[in-house]
């Protein structure tokens, strides 16, 4: 069984950077067609997809965010972090890390996820 716990401060101030790691058990992040997402969702909001770091290491990451945002690994550790620069307040949301799969171009969704993690930027 795939589990994801995310870790990292519950508090950052604004201009800061937000760093969260996610550490995965139960399998490897360079196991071919998975790749290791972060989401989150606002106070009262939906969930925003923030990008995904792929098995082989290459990332993506969303256009809208593109400017402030770095995902990386540490397979020794089997994790994967996001970095999340010049925060505000807005930034305040509740983060989750992730496990898709994609098979031959077929998107099989986000099946494993982990319990998600608050994080809340002062002014």
């Known amino acids: 069984q795939v589990q994801l716990q995310e870790s990292g401060p519950g508090l950052v101030k604004s201009s800061q950077t937000l760093s969260l790691t996610c550490t995965v058990s139960?399998?490897?992040?360079?196991?071919?067609?998975?790749?290791w997402g972060w989401i989150r969702q606002p106070p009262g909001k939906g969930l925003e997809y923030m990008g995904s770091?792929?098995?082989?290491?290459?990332?993506y990451v969303s256009p809208s965010l593109k400017s402030r945002t770095s995902i990386s690994r540490d397979t020794s550790k089997n994790q994967f972090s996001l970095q999340l620069s010049s925060v505000t307040p807005e930034d305040t949301a509740v983060y989750y890390c992730?496990?898709?799969?994609?098979?031959?171009?077929?998107?099989?969704?986000?099946?494993?996820w982990g319990k998600g993690t608050l994080v809340t930027v002062s002014t």
């Open positions: 992730a496990r898709e799969t994609l098979v031959g171009g077929l998107y099989y969704g986000m099946v494993y």
């Open positions: 139960g399998g490897s992040i360079t196991t071919n067609d998975y790749y």
């Open positions: 770091i792929a098995y082989s290491g290459g990332t």
